[in-house]
Protein backbone atom coordinates (compact mmCIF):
# COMPACT_ATOMS: atom_id res chain seq x y z
CA UNK A 1 0.00 0.00 0.00
CA UNK A 2 2.61 2.08 0.91
CA UNK A 3 4.33 1.83 -2.45
CA UNK A 4 1.35 2.65 -4.57
CA UNK A 5 0.76 5.58 -2.65
CA UNK A 6 4.61 6.79 -3.04
CA UNK A 7 4.16 5.26 -7.05
CA UNK A 8 1.07 7.70 -7.23
CA UNK A 9 2.22 10.37 -5.78
CA UNK A 10 5.67 10.64 -7.92
CA UNK A 11 3.60 10.22 -11.06
CA UNK A 12 1.02 13.28 -10.03
CA UNK A 13 4.32 15.32 -8.95
CA UNK A 14 6.02 14.27 -12.97
CA UNK A 15 2.54 15.22 -14.49
CA UNK A 16 2.49 18.31 -12.59
CA UNK A 17 6.21 18.70 -13.08
CA UNK A 18 6.63 18.50 -17.13
CA UNK A 19 2.95 20.24 -17.22
CA UNK A 20 4.77 23.56 -15.69
CA UNK A 21 7.21 23.07 -17.40
CA UNK A 22 5.59 22.80 -21.07
CA UNK A 23 3.08 26.04 -20.16
CA UNK A 24 6.23 28.00 -18.82
CA UNK A 25 7.45 27.53 -22.13
CA UNK A 26 4.57 28.66 -24.04
CA UNK A 27 4.49 31.64 -22.24
CA UNK A 28 7.84 32.34 -22.52
CA UNK A 29 8.23 31.86 -26.67
CA UNK A 30 4.35 34.48 -26.82
CA UNK A 31 6.59 37.03 -25.07
CA UNK A 32 9.65 36.70 -27.12
CA UNK A 33 7.08 36.52 -30.48
CA UNK A 34 5.76 39.82 -29.11
CA UNK A 35 9.32 41.57 -28.53
CA UNK A 36 10.53 40.41 -31.70
CA UNK A 37 7.22 41.10 -33.61
CA UNK A 38 7.78 44.74 -31.57
CA UNK A 39 11.32 45.07 -33.09
CA UNK A 40 10.72 43.77 -36.18
CA UNK A 41 8.09 46.81 -36.33
CA UNK A 42 10.24 49.40 -34.70
CA UNK A 43 13.24 48.63 -37.37
CA UNK A 44 10.60 48.48 -40.52
CA UNK A 45 9.96 51.82 -39.44
CA UNK A 46 13.34 52.97 -39.55
CA UNK A 47 14.04 51.29 -42.46
CA UNK A 48 10.95 53.64 -44.18
CA UNK A 49 12.28 56.73 -42.61
CA UNK A 50 15.78 56.22 -44.28
CA UNK A 51 14.35 55.57 -47.49
CA UNK A 52 12.12 58.36 -47.67
CA UNK A 53 15.15 60.39 -47.50
CA UNK A 54 16.99 59.02 -49.77
CA UNK A 55 13.73 59.38 -51.78
CA UNK A 56 13.36 63.02 -50.91
CA UNK A 57 16.78 63.82 -52.58
CA UNK A 58 15.62 61.79 -55.36
CA UNK A 59 12.72 63.83 -55.73
CA UNK A 60 14.74 66.99 -55.47
CA UNK A 61 17.13 65.99 -58.22
CA UNK A 62 14.72 64.34 -61.06
CA UNK A 63 12.60 68.08 -60.58
CA UNK A 64 16.23 69.95 -60.66
CA UNK A 65 16.29 67.82 -64.44
CA UNK A 66 12.85 68.17 -65.61
CA UNK A 67 13.33 71.78 -64.62
CA UNK A 68 16.30 71.97 -67.14
CA UNK A 69 14.87 69.93 -69.70
CA UNK A 70 11.93 72.36 -69.41
CA UNK A 71 13.96 75.45 -70.16
CA UNK A 72 15.73 73.84 -72.82
CA UNK A 73 12.72 72.43 -73.94
CA UNK A 74 11.06 76.21 -74.67
CA UNK A 75 13.92 77.58 -75.90
CA UNK A 76 14.18 74.24 -78.72
CA UNK A 77 10.26 75.08 -79.35
CA UNK A 78 10.73 79.03 -79.57
CA UNK A 79 13.35 79.13 -82.19
CA UNK A 80 11.11 75.92 -84.31
CA UNK A 81 8.26 78.32 -83.86
CA UNK A 82 10.64 81.78 -85.00
CA UNK A 83 11.64 79.55 -88.29
CA UNK A 84 8.37 78.61 -89.59
CA UNK A 85 7.21 81.83 -89.58
CA UNK A 86 10.28 83.34 -91.17
CA UNK A 87 9.47 80.12 -93.47
CA UNK A 88 5.95 80.00 -94.40
CA UNK A 89 4.41 82.71 -93.07
CA UNK A 90 6.53 85.64 -94.96
CA UNK A 91 4.60 88.60 -96.61
CA UNK A 92 6.90 87.92 -99.76
CA UNK A 93 5.41 84.90 -101.53
Given at each position: ???????????????????????NR???????????????????????????????????EI?????????????????EI????????????
Amino acid sequence: MELTIALALSILGSVISVSTFVLNRKDKAIKDTKENHQELIEYQLKEIKEDNKEIKNDLKEIRKTLSAYKDTIRSMIKMEIEEHVKLYHSKEK
